[in-house]
Nanobody
């Protein structure tokens, strides 16, 4: 049973914006770490941003720094990814993921540091 649900993907032109949402309301387990990942066709899944729950402690991949912003709404059990100044290279399937604990350092953006995953939402950026 999928407990994390992403939404908000779509097609935009370069320079545009999208806001992705991750519904965590059905997630039954406690978690400390939340992250967004993406996977482009033929490429490995990569970490975009990690967030310590209920804090401002974030870790962004260099490729999205200054353009993407993660936020959380605990009242709604939602986590968001605001994506601005989108580029064609941002085209990918985007996934949210959680884990009971946060790994240290750069491992917070590693696929192996997360246990629970959503099914993804597609983002396509045209030039």
């Amino acid at each position: 049973q999928v407990q994390l649900r992403e939404s908000g993907g779509g097609s935009v032109q370069a320079g545009g914006s999208l806001r992705l949402s991750c519904d965590v309301s059905r997630y039954k387990y406690s978690y400390t770490c939340m992250a967004w990942f993406r996977q482009a066709p033929g490429k490995e899944r990569e970490g975009v941003v990690s967030l310590y729950r209920n804090t401002d402690n974030t870790l962004y991949a260099d490729s999205v720094k200054g353009r993407f912003t993660i936020s959380q709404d605990n009242a709604k059990d939602m986590v968001y990814l605001q994506m601005n100044s989108l580029k064609p290279e941002d085209t990918a399937m985007y996934y949210c993921a959680t884990n009971p604990v946060c790994a240290g350092g750069i491992d917070r953006l590693a696929v192996t540091s997360y246990t629970y995953w959503g099914q993804g939402t597609q983002v396509t950026v045209s030039s």
